[in-house]
């Protein structure tokens, strides 16, 4: 399984950046899907993660301004960050609870980091 992740980059504070992650590979089934961020020298944290069924959870430094959704057609998570500030920066990373075809339990797979930096 790999899960590729795109859409950082640089943007102003209070600008938007849409991030993406899509799952490929023998994947039987998608459970929990998540974003993570993390800064150099720091703990990864929980951003955002989202159940298959559409139930969201959301650091507090981040509700009401990102909002994470997938389409479970594509095997795609996204995150849209709105309002966009200076402690956002971060290494943003994708996560999914895989079940691949030839296994009967679930592992965790991590994307490979897209880096979001605001800055004006």
């Known amino acids: 399984v790999q899960l590729q992740a795109s859409g950082g980059g640089l943007v102003q504070p209070g600008g938007s950046l849409r991030l993406s992650c899509a799952a490929s590979?023998?994947?039987?089934?998608?459970?929990?899907m998540g974003w993570y961020r993390q800064d150099p020298g720091k703990q990864r944290d929980l951003v955002a993660s989202?159940?298959?069924?559409?139930?969201?959870n959301y650091a507090d430094s981040v509700k009401g301004r990102f909002t994470i959704s997938r389409d479970n057609a594509k095997n795609t998570v996204y995150l849209q960050m709105n309002s966009l500030k200076h402690e956002d920066t971060a290494v943003y990373y994708c996560?999914?609870?895989?079940?691949?075809?030839?296994?009967?339990?679930?592992?965790?797979?991590w994307g490979q980091g897209t880096l979001v930096t605001v800055s004006s």
């Open positions: 996560n999914a609870h895989v079940r691949i075809s030839t296994a009967p339990q679930a592992f965790d797979y």
């Open positions: 590979g023998s994947i039987a089934s998608i459970y929990d």
């Open positions: 989202i159940t298959r069924s559409g139930r969201t």
